[in-house]
């Protein structure tokens, strides 16, 4: 049974605005529009991913292999995972306050920024609805 979830939504939401973005700008240049073409296939890829039942059941099976180790390991995985999100966000906005406007290479830089983003609220998710 597939499951639609908030997260489906987000990565193709994101997935089309990354297509939209790559084949309306006309200024664009060919490297980043191949970038953004294959970040958005990524996220559609995501989005059937986060719809099958295997992507839970994988992600429960990692969370007894860690109830069984130490007790640093089951903490580490989250904090690196919110660093991870914060350091992305964090650099993003600084990437915006340097530079005052969005350029393609800063459209570039936060699609990637997305693809570390989404995934990973995805797994804290699911991490907390699996320990509840």
Avoid: D
Wanted: aromatic content about 14%.
């Amino acid at each position: 049974m597939r499951r639609f979830t908030f997260f489906t939504l987000a990565y193709l939401a994101a997935g089309v605005c990354l297509t939209a973005i790559a084949l309306k700008y006309p200024n664009i240049t060919p490297n980043l529009k191949t970038i953004l073409l294959i970040e958005a296939g990524m996220l559609y890829t995501f989005s059937i991913f986060s719809t099958s039942p295997f992507w839970r059941q994988t992600l429960l099976q990692s969370q007894n292999k860690l109830r069984q180790q130490a007790t640093w390991k089951k903490k580490f995985l989250p904090i690196a995972l919110w660093l991870g999100i914060g350091l992305t966000i964090f650099s993003s906005l600084f990437n915006l306050v340097v530079n005052h406007y969005w350029t393609t290479e800063a459209i570039g830089q936060a699609a990637l920024g997305l693809m570390i983003i989404l995934p990973s609220a995805e797994n804290l998710f699911l991490r907390s609805q699996t320990q509840s």
